[in-house]
């Protein structure tokens, strides 16, 4: 039996969508509100955002707090590497990757870009 992975572009892609989440998020209030630059806004780019936001919000909710406190510590403050995150929760470093290429299969599969 193989394993398959997920193509290295594909989950260099996905991994940037959700390091990226928090402005994503933050920009489609903008545009949903209406505050934002209306030369910006067109419909592909706004269902693109949401279906973004939505899939990583639907994973987040249903992974262990451990891990959202990791995929905090490390893409979105920035303050830690994967083994200084692993040290703060009490995991290895190859648990914190582990972590980390799971919740990236998940995004991919609730956008579609893994089965």
């Known amino acids: 039996m193989t394993v398959q992975t997920m193509d290295k572009k594909v989950?260099?892609?996905v991994l940037w969508e959700i390091q990226n989440y928090p402005e994503t998020k933050q920009k489609l209030k903008e545009y949903q509100s209406g505050t934002a630059p209306r030369i910006y806004v067109n419909s592909l780019y706004m269902q693109r955002m949401e279906q973004t936001v939505g899939a990583?919000?639907?994973v987040?909710?249903?992974i262990d707090p451990l891990q959202a406190k990791m995929v905090d510590l490390v893409y979105w403050k920035k303050t830690h590497n994967a083994a200084g995150a692993g040290l703060q929760l009490g995991a290895s470093e190859r648990t914190?990757?582990?972590w980390v290429d799971q919740i990236v299969y998940d995004v991919g599969r609730k956008l579609g870009y893994w089965m």
């Open 96 to 98: 914190v990757y582990r």
């Open 60 to 62: 987040l909710q249903h």
């Open 56 to 58: 990583i919000e639907k």
């Open 11 to 13: 989950k260099g892609y």
